[in-house]
């Protein structure tokens, strides 16, 4: 169980996640990665090991957009790699999710969703959330979010972006913790307060 960071702003979120990261560190974790939402496209980076090597990269290469999350990942289904970090998305790269927790029924599933097509490329249990929401996706990305909650068994924090959706960060938790910070024109989500303090002190925990 590590760590999820989420903004929605009018700032670039990049250095606002990976700031939220580094005050998830102590949580401990084995890879790392964030994803935004640019304006035109949802762009990714994710790599196994120390956040550095997230952040020594985006340094070279970056990126950036207004609407983003993040995550530090302890793994529990797949092994420490590239592919098995977070986040994880769809096939046509319009949603992206980050997870922590475990989802105790992915197997299940995954087996229906590989029947309906779906190709998975890690071994975690958290892609079939993507592709389930994927294939609950009616055009509103909250109610596909919901309806694909109802169907997982297990612990779960969860944030949620979709390229058809510039203005929406979804959250949703279940047994693993989640807070929301509120700013002015922006908001914040994280799986603990020390991640939003440099931005806000309005924090509230969702429940279940
Ligand atoms: N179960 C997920 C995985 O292994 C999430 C682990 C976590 O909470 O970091 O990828």
């Not at 985006?58 to 530090?72: C, M, R, S, V, Y």
């Not at 989640?178 to 024109?185: A, H, K, S, Y």
């Not at 799986?191 to 303090?197: G, T």
């Amino acid at each position: 169980m590590c760590g999820i960071v989420g903004y929605i702003g009018e700032k670039n979120a990049v250095p606002i996640l990976l700031n939220g990261l580094q005050k998830l560190e102590y949580r401990g974790y084995d890879s790392s990665g964030i994803a935004i939402n640019n304006g035109k496209e949802i762009e990714y980076k994710k790599f196994k090991g120390r956040l550095t090597i997230l952040e020594n990269h985006l340094k070279e290469n970056p990126i950036a957009g207004n609407l983003g999350i993040g995550h530090t990942r302890w793994a529990t289904h797949g092994e420490p790699s590239d592919e098995n970090a977070h986040p994880h998305l769809n096939e046509e790269e319009t949603i992206a999710v980050v997870h922590n927790g475990i989802i105790e029924n992915y197997i299940a599933i995954k087996e229906e969703l590989i029947n309906k097509g779906y190709k998975f490329k890690s071994q975690t249990d958290t892609e079939v959330v993507v592709h389930l929401i994927d294939s609950l996706y009616e055009g509103d990305l909250l109610t596909a979010v919901f309806k694909a909650v109802e169907r997982l068994k297990g612990a779960y924090a969860l944030g949620v972006i979709s390229k058809d959706h510039p203005g929406e960060l979804v959250a949703v938790r279940k047994e693993s913790p989640l807070v929301v910070g509120l700013g002015e024109e922006e908001n914040f989500i994280a799986s603990d307060i020390p991640a939003l303090l440099k931005y806000t002190r309005k924090v509230y925990f969702l429940e279940n």
